[in-house]
């Protein structure tokens, strides 16, 4: 069936250092990726997604890439930042296109 | 300002009980969500709804139910019939599908 899995589940690093964390997505149907963070007590909030039809995606300080042919996506944070020590969680589109199958989550934390 | 609203943040139920968790939205979005969280682990679908007077089951949707009256409101209850409802509720809305959804800030339910 479908899943969506992390392959980190925690992640340490240092401030000024740059984050990558991995996602694997089984469905090769699924069009729409989407990345969140999520503090302690608060709901997720938006980072960054992508379409299938697109390799990459930049935000600010963010990158989102998509691998199609092995069915993986990563996030990748530039100078990490106190402020960047969350869960991120990775989803994409069930077959409705509505809902997000999510992934467990990947905690980041960053140390100065 | 814009976003959606989630009440209460912290909320008691007891044995044999129904309890109702409200979510409100200004962001003039069609769809909305309700996702179960549970400690350590990714979100879950329990119900969505694309428009007002619709909605459709989620993944986990025994022991709850849902009302879509209004555009801007979409509440969920958590019957008796839900023998472990112990959870971190997430209301979400999006434009429409294969758009991002945001979140509410959740509330916390527990058993007395």
């Known amino acids: 069936g479908e899943s969506v899995g992390l392959h980190l589940p925690t992640l340490s690093v240092q401030e000024g250092d740059n984050s990558i964390i991995n996602c694997a997505y089984s469905n090769s149907a699924s069009d729409y990726f989407i990345w969140y963070k999520q503090e302690s007590g608060k709901g997720p909030q938006f980072i960054i997604d992508?379409?299938?039809?697109?390799d990459k995606r930049q935000g600010q300080r963010v990158t989102v890439l998509l691998n199609k042919t092995v069915k993986h996506l990563s996030l990748q944070i530039a100078a990490t930042q106190p402020g960047d020590s969350a869960v991120y969680f990775c989803a994409e589109n069930s077959n409705s296109g509505y809902a997000l199958n999510f992934g467990k989550g990947t905690s980041l934390l960053v140390t100065p | 300002d814009g976003g959606i609203t989630q009440s209460p943040k912290y909320l008691f139920r007891k044995e044999g009980q129904n309890v109702t968790l409200s979510c409100e939205q200004n962001l003039n979005h069609d769809a909305m969500y309700w996702y179960r969280q549970d400690p350590g682990q990714g979100l879950r679908l329990i119900y969505y709804s694309q428009i007002v007077n619709d909605f459709q089951k989620g993944d986990i949707a025994e022991g709850y139910s849902v009302s879509r009256e209004k555009k801007e409101s979409f509440p969920l209850t958590v019957t008796s019939a839900q023998k472990n409802p112990t959870a971190f509720y997430l209301c979400?809305?999006?434009?429409?599908?294969?758009?991002?959804?945001?979140f509410g800030d959740g509330t916390r339910l527990s058993i007395l």
């Open positions: 979400a809305s999006s434009i429409g599908r294969v758009q991002p959804q945001h």
């Open positions: 992508i379409r299938s039809n697109m």
